[in-house]
């Protein structure tokens, strides 16, 4: 995985500079120069969506959201074949080369990658056998497969490990965290050699190394203006969430763009992108946007230890005519609005661009743009309060000035960690900037601005998870303690089929043609209905497939079919011809919903069986979970 | 718990330096000197053992082997009572006053100490009825307490969190993860905010701050000397713990050493103190042992940022009389063996100093001193390092001298996460050090050394609870296959006592006094034996009292038994006077002891019933479970 970010990395940075190159030497026409910058993405997430989408239909967006499902237990078909790996590559490389345009990330489909290669893994090892086994094996392989994924596209181990447990699991075992642990830093520790080998450092150091000054990092009062960074990040993150999850539902109802997005996925990324890039169009607004930098540039700008009111009193009024690799911030300034101006046209247009090219059907992460819009919030603020306090807040000793750079490392923090729904976010830009003397005041306004988020809106990939339908257990908040009090039997399923050990081929064919469960609750006799084990459905229509081939009788319906001794027909009873399998797990009708929650949160149940002195009285699935879950927080509609 | 960590550094350093005045002030006269030098930790660790063995036997030690007992459910009564709470305070302020003499820290007794506010904030919160619901609200409480314990001592909130997950859990919900973070955050910034109304520091900064050139942290090369260091780390890891074992194990044994520590806790301390103080005496051995420097100082010189064998160029033959603030190294510094041999002695007097420290019966917490002496580890490996290549490793480009304080840093990092079994000290060391720029190599110290030590040794707090013989469940490694192939009706005990729901009050006293399970199975009658539930012995015991009280027959022995119906003496079946819970796990006779393992650890079951067609055929506790893990490891031994 290191090899792929880093050659991904390379390929990437060598086609932006390409387009940049172009959109220089095309001369001094204007609508050279608009073609030259517009035509290039364009092309690249046309290219991106049709060849991602003719190879699978699995190799869009981010990933993350199918995986947290498939780690519940769910068993998504195909999604983690290791045929879509080429392509997801390809087409991520392409979505990445449109750069700060079309302002998309690579860290989910990289999660999804590392996740496919864990998978593929998994399955060449010589594997004890066992259903139960494969699947704790597999959810261990992908669980470190998810931690490799983020470590590399970031260099950064620990907290790649820790995103991962945050963003895709409920629940995890220590000793998972050790082998998530390994592989990171393996991946991470690669990622930047290659990087050294390449000869673009001298050593192994921090990707977006910043130099903060840390003897003096922030005054004590500062707190406070880095908690209402978090509030800002956490009410800005809530409006994000919503707009988001409001748009993916919209363009899938709007019956013209789901008409596109149906058949024409290719044509809806060019008109996106199209309008993207116009808008980006440095003689445009885009000069209002830094959008000549890359994605990197961007944030590497963002996080400078300079103060750029400072800086900007020495500024020329002429732009230079290329960006300046180590005046980056020039790019923010412009003489009519100053920086604080372009940091505002910033953050309102790339909103609504976010939102929109989140609908893109091309392999795409979510959360780098996320994390360079928190670092545009949070360097707003502190600019803001450098200009307000230029020799720091207290006025005794000497003057320790406010760093914007680490306001802009804490909002970057916050906003992405309250899209996500993760703390993690904290450590990891410690991790990617190589400094950590900020810890406590970026916790608080990461801690701030979660809290705000995690009150009202789902995070982004549950909130990907919902629109896209994907089966989903609701969390039980801390303030509906009913759920202590409703018990199994007030939401089970009692409208359930089961099997009698001698059910016949008869019956089994009658059950599996006019129901769909999964599993059926197999019982002693139809009387007592005794729990004996549970039957996968894939086994029962096994039974009457290999039954079928061998009662040739059937072929002829002609015949008369009294001269056909039943058991003939019927073969064997289920009893002999199929595997019962064992039930460990059954609730009773007075487990209450916070238990039953929690036991198929951490067991990753699909379904369970209530019994009742032995006898099968229901049947609890996710889904009568979540009704109950949902009946809770709005008690009106149910019951 | 940040005021009372404050408080008590602050009181510590008080009196340490009370201690140094008083060597100082007390003249030439060697028995002067000697008897001012070890009457105090002499005097203060016997009134540490007898102050807090006094009010309570639960104060002594460090608490965490305990803790992790009460995550698995298991009820250890009174250890978390808030009665505690004052005698573990006086008793470690005590401890810690001793400084490097007795050589023992302050982690594990402030999560001990956290665990019981928490314990007692859990239990004055109203909260909603049950059992279950309370068990849940309580490990939530215990986790954040024990996230809170460790980041107040070191200021250090996510290794707080993460540290504590790792050694007190062995699964975990990421919903509780963010309540740790939460309380351990405020905890850690309250800690550092008191540091700067007392006027220690300036602002909020870093505990053990250390400033190493982070422009080139470390060249390629090195990464196999830290690899190295992370060889010899978990090389003496596991020697550290099989002694530290095998020592508590015998002055349990040891005729003499049992007696003292049975009657006589304080004369043991007494002794152990003297025996130690008199070899870390200044004049004696403990000038090649750097003996007057507090344990914060140890860390301090060995982080310093300086490499020894430059300073030690200009050093003048004259120890300086008083310690010096700023050049702490100096105290390292001996003309007759240098600082190689002062580190050497160090390393090989503390390792078995601190074996017979951790015996001593009075609070104190085992953490720290194994984290100092991993930084002396480091910084002898790193020292050695900058002498033989004193320019920096590679030729080409300007000179880039190794710094030594990265490995004390990572040595620190890897002996006390191989000697706890954890990873996050990697993080801790980088949060106590305000600097980050070395974690790819001090992560990868880290895993191996705990590669090694996890392969040969159980951790430390796990050794601990093997030698005290707490309810303990040992993990199933990975190469033990067969643990999925072992099903549970081979190690399940079918030797055990159900109760009918018709059971009158005969039986019941017959099956409470024969017996001592803790937890019945009661089924509908001795026939069918379908399992309905179960009953708590407490239950059956409250259900004898109250019936003793109304049948005063009973108390008339010499009455005539004949005129007293049974039905009067007997009074209600089980069934009318007891509540029986629900069961809601049943192992089946199938079920493989890996699944019946991950169960138990998951839920923290302490035992379940095995039935078959709902009928009771045995029951699995861990007991049962342990022997089984056992044979797995030991095939020979068992079946």
Redesign the interface.
């Known amino acids: 995985m290191a090899l792929v970010s880093f050659a991904m990395d390379f390929t990437v940075s060598r086609v932006a500079s390409a387009h940049l190159w172009l959109y220089q030497e095309v001369g001094d026409y204007p609508v050279l120069k608009f073609l030259s910058w517009t035509m290039y993405p364009v092309a690249l997430s046309a290219f991106s969506t049709g060849f991602a989408q003719s190879i699978t239909q699995h190799a869009g967006g981010s990933g993350i959201p199918e995986l947290k499902t498939i780690l519940t237990g769910v068993i998504l078909e195909e999604y983690l074949a290791i045929e879509n790996f080429g392509a997801k590559v390809v087409g991520l490389t392409c979505t990445l080369a449109c750069g700060s345009t079309i302002f998309l990330g690579k860290v989910g489909p990289f999660v999804h990658l590392s996740s496919m290669i864990a998978a593929y893994l998994g399955k060449i090892r010589t594997s004890?056998s066992?259903e139960?086994?494969n699947k704790?094996k597999q959810n261990e392989m992908l669980v470190a497969g998810a931690a490799v994924g983020v470590a590399t596209v970031f260099g950064a181990?620990?907290s790649g490990v820790?995103f991962s447990?945050?963003v895709v699991?409920?629940?995890?075992?220590?000793?998972d965290?050790?082998r998530g642990?390994?592989s990171a830093?393996c991946g991470?520790?690669m990622f930047?050699?290659l990087a050294?080998f390449n000869s673009e450092q001298?050593?192994?150091?921090?990707l977006f190394?910043t130099?903060f000054k840390?003897d003096?990092?922030?005054?004590?009062p500062e707190t406070i203006f880095f908690t209402f960074l978090g509030v800002i990040c956490g009410v800005l993150s809530c409006a994000y969430l919503f707009c988001q999850r409001w748009f993916l539902g919209y363009v899938r109802r709007n019956p013209f763009t789901a008409r596109l997005l149906a058949t024409e996925k290719p044509l809806y990324s060019v008109l996106v992108a199209f309008l993207l890039s116009s808008i980006t169009f440095p003689h445009s607004l885009g000069r209002f946007m830094a959008s000549r930098l890359s994605m990197k540039e961007l944030l590497t700008s963002l996080l400078d230890n300079r103060t750029w009111s400072v800086l900007s009193q020495n500024v020329s009024l002429d732009r230079p005519p290329q960006v300046d690799p180590l005046n980056l911030w020039e790019e923010w300034w412009h003489p009519d609005i100053t920086f604080f101006g372009t940091l505002s046209v910033f953050l309102v247009m790339k909103f609504w661009m976010l939102v929109l090219a989140t609908t893109m059907p091309m392999p795409a992460g979510y959360f780098m743009p996320v994390f360079v819009y928190g670092a545009a919030i949070g360097r707003l603020v502190g600019e803001a309060a450098a200009f307000l306090f230029p020799m720091g807040i207290t006025g005794e000793?000497p003057p320790?000035p406010i760093i914007p750079g680490a306001y802009a490392l804490a909002g970057a923090a916050a906003f992405s960690g309250s899209v996500t729904h993760t703390?993690s976010t904290?450590?990891l830009a410690?991790?990617m900037t190589?400094?950590?003397?900020h810890?406590?005041p970026v916790?608080?306004a990461v801690?701030v601005a979660?809290a705000i988020a995690?009150k009202f809106q789902p995070s982004f990939y549950d909130g990907t998870i919902i629109v896209k339908k994907l089966p989903y257990l609701p969390?039980i908040r801390s303030r509906h303690?009913e759920s202590?009090?409703v018990t199994t039997q007030e939401f089970m399923n009692t409208d359930f089929v089961i099997l009698s050990q001698e059910a016949t081929f008869h019956d089994i064919l009658q059950v599996v043609t006019t129901t769909d469960a999964q599993e059926y609750p197999v019982v002693?006799n139809a009387e007592s209905q005794?729990?004996?084990?549970a039957i996968q459905r894939s086994s029962l229509i096994q039974f009457l497939q290999s039954h079928e081939d061998s009662s040739l009788p059937q072929e002829e319906p002609g015949k008369e079919v009294g001269l056909i001794p039943d058991r003939l027909l019927s073969g064997q009873t289920l009893k002999e011809g199929c595997t019962i399998s064992?039930?460990?797990?059954?609730?009773?009708?007075?487990?209450?919903l916070?238990?039953a929650h929690?036991?198929f949160?951490?067991?990753n149940l699909q379904r369970a069986f209530v019994?009742q002195?032995?006898?099968v009285v229901g049947i609890v699935t996710r889904k009568e979970l979540r009704k109950a879950i949902e009946e809770l927080a709005n008690p009106k509609a149910g019951r």
Do not use: C
């Open positions: 004890v066992g139960y086994e704790i181990p620990i820790l447990i945050e699991s409920s629940h995890f075992a220590v000793r965290y050790w642990f390994f830093t991470a520790f930047r050699l050294v001298e050593t192994i150091i921090a190394k130099s840390i003096f990092p922030f005054d004590l000793g320790s703390l904290a450590l410690f991790e190589g400094q950590i003397a810890i406590l916790l608080l801690l979660n995690q969390r303690i202590y009090m002693d005794m729990l004996l084990g064992p039930v460990s797990l059954q609730l009773s009708p007075w487990t209450s916070h238990q929690n036991l949160e951490m067991l019994t002195l032995g006898k």
